[in-house]
């Protein structure tokens, strides 16, 4: 422990020269003309002091106007956004605002590192719903079986880390009348919302009987390919998100004042911008499925995300823990056993999540090095 599985395999990559297809970030920068407009704030002297807790009115501003762009959901900037430190705060505050000790989080796994952290930092109890190959598709029976008289919460992420799963409108809406019927809260991770190549991103809160019992976070990391500026954003009713801010206050407080001006702007880019940004990861998600088919591994290609879940049975492999710690040695290619999203270890045992937000080249690299696996 200590590090995250994420760092430790960028750390396990540089240290062994491998091709880095762990850590889901991008290698290359978003749009130039955003980065010169973080650059132009930091000079101009825009956000260089402690900006409002809330976040600055023009992000706010640029939040409400995107949900209402791309989704059709009206948001008050003034009372109905948040700004946080990336996703990962927003998550981290709203669980540690809505979850009393004892309550239940339900979340689908395998699920992203930071839910269950977040659960247990708030005293919460996680309840897993399982995910399985190859669709990884919501089995709303087994979500129904979870709900016990303490649970207080569904955690979604649609598009779905570490699966690429997309979850349909017709899932989400069984998945909100559940939460309807049993009175639950969702806090619902769409960080992945502009990375879809098949279907579409539909937010859970613009579904009947959502708005009013939803926490919706995203962020800038994803969407403008600027994983380490940490912009993120919570939305929700005024009482959510009141809730969410008193807990935020006390975790960072604010961040990132003139990062927030950047972001305001790359919000507004036009359609073109997030049309080239799908198309482009859509192109090297293919390749790297079908380079990772012909290398041997049973491939279940996402509709979304940065990654594609494989599963290594076909290459005569059965433990993904032990094949990703020797995968750099025997292939010079780092990739995360998908058991670590899991509770239950055994239903991801054998999958392998590699990441194909990497330039085409260095995808073509892995591939050539994974090549040589089936061969050997
Ligand atoms: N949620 C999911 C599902 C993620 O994959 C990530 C990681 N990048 C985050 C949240 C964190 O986002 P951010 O970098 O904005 O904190
Ligand atoms: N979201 C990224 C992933 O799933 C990693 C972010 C992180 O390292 N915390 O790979």
Not at 200 to 221: C, D, F, K, N, W
Not at 335 to 341: D, E, K, L, M, R
Request: glycine share 8%; proline share 7%; with cysteine.
């Amino acid at each position: 422990m200590g590090t995250t599985i994420f760092a430790e395999m960028s750390a396990l990559a540089l240290a062994t020269g491998s091709v880095n297809l762990g850590q889901g970030f991008p290698d290359t920068d978003g749009p130039a003309e955003i980065a010169e407009a973080a650059a132009a704030a930091i000079l101009e002297g825009r956000g260089n002091q402690y900006p409002p807790g809330p976040g600055i009115p023009e992000l706010r501003h640029a939040v409400s106007a995107h949900q209402k762009r791309f989704y059709g959901l009206e948001v008050d900037p003034d009372t109905e956004v948040l700004v946080t430190a990336g996703a990962t705060e927003g998550i981290a505050a709203a669980l540690l605002a809505l979850l009393e000790p004892g309550d239940e989080a339900i979340a689908f796994e395998p699920y992203y590192d930071s839910y269950a952290a977040c659960v247990a930092m708030a005293g919460g109890t996680r309840v897993p719903v399982t995910l399985r190959p190859p669709g990884f598709r919501p089995d709303l029976d087994a979500l129904r079986a979870a709900i016990t008289p303490r649970a207080r919460l569904i955690l979604l992420n649609s598009p779905h880390n570490p699966t690429g799963a997309v979850f349909s409108r017709e899932e989400l809406t069984e998945i909100a009348a559940v939460a309807c019927e049993h009175d639950l809260l969702v806090v619902s991770d769409e960080v992945y919302e502009h990375l879809v190549f098949e279907g579409e991103h539909v937010p859970v809160a613009s579904l009947p009987g959502m708005r009013e019992r939803t926490v919706t976070i995203s962020s800038a990391a994803k969407t403008f390919s600027f994983t380490g500026w940490k912009i993120g954003w919570v939305t929700g009713t005024p009482e959510l998100v009141a809730a969410v801010r008193t807990v935020k206050q006390f975790l960072t407080y604010v961040t990132g004042g003139p990062f927030q001006y950047a972001v305001a702007q790359a919000l507004a880019l036009p359609d073109a911008y997030f049309a080239s940004l799908s198309a482009g990861l859509r192109g090297k998600r293919d390749l790297l499925c079908a380079g990772l088919a012909e290398a041997g591994f049973e491939v279940y290609r996402p509709a979304g995300t940065y990654f594609v879940t494989t599963d290594i049975r076909p290459l005569g492999e059965s433990d993904g823990m032990e094949f990703c710690a020797a995968l750099p040695a025997r292939a010079g290619v780092v990739a995360i056993p998908s058991a670590v999203f899991y509770d239950d270890v055994a239903a991801g045992s054998s999958q392998v999540r590699f990441a194909f937000c990497k330039k085409e080249q260095v995808l073509r690299e892995a591939l050539t090095r994974l090549a040589a696996l089936a061969r050997a």
